[in-house]
C-alpha cells in the first residue's frame, strides 16, 4: 500500500489535486467518513445556523481534508525550497531572539489548515532543532513513513509519553518543541474544561505541565490557507514565565484555537470526536505538576 502512495506521490501537483477533487466527493457522499461526527459537531458548533450552512461547510471541509492528504504524499518528495516557496511563515524571528539568548520554546499549534507542512516548514526554516511531539501509529509501516518524511525537513519527533523527561534532558540545549493538543483527552486522563467555540471542553494538560516544569516562553502557531497549496504560517507569542493557577496555559492556548478555527473554520479537523463525553460523566479535575527549578 505504501509504494503504490509513494507512486502516487511523483504525481504532477495538477493531478493530485484533481485526485484530491475525486476523493473529498469519495469521503463525504460514498464512505462518508465519520460524516456522523462532521455533521453533530457542526450542529453543536453552529446551532443557530440553517441546514444549507452546515451542509456548505462539511462539503468545504472533507475538500479540504482530502487536499491536506495529497499535500501530504506531495511532502514525501517536495525539497526544503519547493516547501519554502508554497509556505509562508511570519514571525519566525520570535523564536530566533529566544534562540540568541539560549532559551529553548515551546510551540503550540492544532489541528488546522495542514499541520504537517507547518512542522516540516518551520523545521526547515529555524536555525535549531524542532522537535515534535507524536504518538507512533499502530501500522509500523504507516509510523515509519510518517517519521522519515517528517525527519527528512530537520524534525526530531519525541512519543508523547516520554515527552517530559526528553525535554528535561535536553534542557542544556536549545530546542523548539512543537505540540498539537487540540483533540480529545482520554476519559480517564486528568483534564481542564474550558468553553472552546460556546462548548464546554475538556483539554488535555500536558503542554501545561511541560510549561510549569520549564519555564519555557509558549508560542502559538496558527496555518491558514491562502490558496490551493498554499498557506501562512503564523507565530505569535502567548506567554511567559512564571505560570501562575492551574488552568492558566491551556486557557490561553484554547483561546487561540477558538480565534483559529473561527476564521477559517472549513480547515479544522471536524471529523475528530472532540466531544466525544460530558463534565458531568468526567468529573476529575486537573492536578498539576509541581515546578520545577531551572
Known amino acids: 500500500m505504501l509504494f503504490f502512495l509513494k507512486i502516487i506521490a511523483k ?3 495538477r493531478v493530485l489535486y484533481i485526485l484530491a477533487d475525486m476523493l473529498a466527493w469519495i469521503l463525504r457522499c ?4 465519520r460524516r456522523a461526527t462532521v455533521d453533530k459537531n457542526l450542529l453543536l458548533v453552529f446551532p443557530d445556523e440553517d441546514l444549507l450552512f452546515r451542509q456548505d461547510l462539511a462539503k468545504r471541509f472533507y475538500c479540504h481534508l482530502a487536499d491536506v492528504v495529497v499535500e501530504i504524499l506531495m511532502l514525501s518528495r517536495l525539497t526544503p525550497e519547493e516547501l519554502s516557496a508554497r509556505v509562508e511563515i511570519v514571525g519566525l524571528e520570535r523564536l530566533e531572539v529566544c534562540a540568541e539568548r ?7 499549534s492544532a489541528h488546522q489548515g495542514n499541520w504537517e ?3 516540516a ?3 526547515a526554516a529555524l536555525s535549531f532543532p524542532l522537535d515534535a511531539l507524536y504518538r507512533p501509529l499502530h501500522n509500523p509501516s504507516a509510523d515509519r513513513f510518517f517519521m522519515d518524511m517528517r525527519t527528512r525537513f530537520g524534525a526530531g519527533m519525541i512519543p508523547a509519553e516520554n515527552a517530559a523527561r526528553v525535554i528535561l534532558k535536553l534542557r542544556q ?9 487540540d483533540q480529545n483527552p482520554r476519559r480517564k486522563d486528568e483534564k481542564y474544561w474550558t468553553t472552546f467555540m460556546g462548548i464546554e471542553t475538556p483539554v488535555v494538560i500536558g503542554p ?7 519555564g519555557y516562553p509558549l508560542f502559538y502557531v496558527a496555518t491558514e490557507r491562502v490558496a490551493r497549496g498554499r498557506y501562512r504560517i503564523l507565530i505569535s507569542p502567548l506567554a511567559e514565565a512564571p505560570y501562575n493557577g492551574n488552568g492558566e496555559v491551556s486557557q490561553k492556548y484554547m483561546d487561540a484555537v477558538d480565534a483559529h478555527v473561527r476564521r477559517q473554520p472549513e480547515s479544522w479537523m471536524w471529523s475528530h470526536h472532540r466531544w466525544r463525553y460530558s463534565k458531568a460523566e468526567c468529573p476529575r479535575n486537573m492536578a498539576m505538576a509541581p515546578k520545577i527549578s531551572r
Not at 30 to 33: A, L, S, T
Not at 102 to 108: C, F, V, Y
Not at 173 to 181: D, K, S
Open 30 to 33: 460514498v464512505v462518508r467518513y
Open 117 to 119: 507542512w507547518m512542522l
Open 121 to 123: 516548514s518551520v523545521a
Open 173 to 181: 540545549e536549545v530546542h523548539a518543541f512543537g505540540i498539537l493538543a
Open 11 to 13: 504525481l504532477p501537483d
Open 208 to 214: 501545561e505541565r511541560i510549561a510549569k516544569l520549564t
Open 102 to 108: 539560549k532559551l529553548s520554546t515551546i510551540l503550540l
